[in-house]
């Protein structure tokens, strides 16, 4: 049954996936072991910071953004995980779709606008809470007043 699943999601095989921006979240992105137990493989990171680049994280060297084409086809990168500032993630998206990789999951609290073809998915954080918090009691328990 859960190869039959595996089949109808498409993670029958591992994904290579890169991670884009490794800050605080893209590190912890990055370091997260559970991806490969559900189809996708992290197999390159990149940052424009030209402190981070060239530094290990879990077991990969952060690369250049200028790399990003050359990297995700050699990789055949088919996904990336956007971990970028807001003001900067419109540019960073462009650039991923530009380098081939057409299905992107944005982290950054922007909508962004891609071609007709890409598949995005956008993850606010910050919303997520705020919808976890509408399912919650609105008074508080006598033990935490």
Same mark, same amino acid.
């Given at each position: 049954?859960?190869?039959? /699943?595996?089949?109808? $999601? +498409? ?5 290579? #996936? *890169?991670?884009? @921006? ?48 050359? /990297?995700?086809?050699? $990789? +055949? ?5 956007? #971990? *970028?500032?807001? @003001? ?58």
């Amino acid at each position: 049954m859960r190869l039959h /699943i595996r089949d109808i $999601l +498409g993670v029958q095989r591992l994904r290579p #996936t *890169v991670v884009i @921006g490794l800050g605080n979240l893209g590190s912890a992105l990055a370091r997260y072991p559970g991806f490969e137990s559900h189809g996708f493989q992290i197999v390159a990171l990149f940052d424009s910071n030209p402190r981070r680049i060239g530094h290990p994280v879990s077991g990969l060297v952060v690369q250049a953004m200028d790399d990003l084409p050359t /990297i995700a086809h050699e $990789l +055949g990168a088919e996904i990336a995980l956007l #971990t *970028v500032p807001e @003001g900067a993630a419109q540019e960073v998206a462009e650039r991923v779709v530009a380098a081939g990789i057409h299905a992107i999951v944005n982290f950054a609290p922007v909508l962004l606008s891609l071609p007709p073809g890409v598949n995005l998915r956008n993850v606010d954080l910050a919303r997520e809470l705020e919808t976890l918090c509408f399912y919650l009691p609105t008074t508080q328990s006598p033990a935490t007043e």
